[in-house]
């Protein structure tokens, strides 16, 4: 199995490539199926490794949700102040 160049990328799960395919009328089944299962494997891995990575930016994605609300509500309450309500008035 070859990875993919964007494993080096951005902190991102390396992909499985596939080297071919599996030709069964040569091999011994119990080979072949030891190959497939080898590769179910490892793609189970390259998907649990990309879950972990979306939940990790889906946390980093709210926080920033979360400090863009209270730097907005800061802003707002800033427009309270006497001050500038006597200069726009």
């Known amino acids: 199995t070859q990875l993919t160049p964007r494993a080096d ?3 991102e799960p390396a992909i499985p490539t596939d080297d071919g395919s599996v030709d069964e009328t040569s091999q ?12 179910v494997e490892k793609l189970k891995a390259s998907v649990q490794k990309y ?4 939940r ?3 946390r980093q994605i709210l926080e920033l949700k979360q400090q863009h ?3 907005s509500a800061e802003v707002v309450s800033t427009w309270n102040y ?3 309500a006597y200069y726009y008035l």
């Open 51 to 54: 879950k972990e990575r979306s």
């Open 69 to 71: 609300a209270l730097s």
């Open 28 to 39: 011994d089944p119990d080979a072949t199926v030891l190959k497939l299962t080898t590769k």
């Open 82 to 84: 006497p001050y500038f």
């Open 56 to 58: 990790v930016l889906n």
């Open 9 to 11: 990328q951005n902190d």
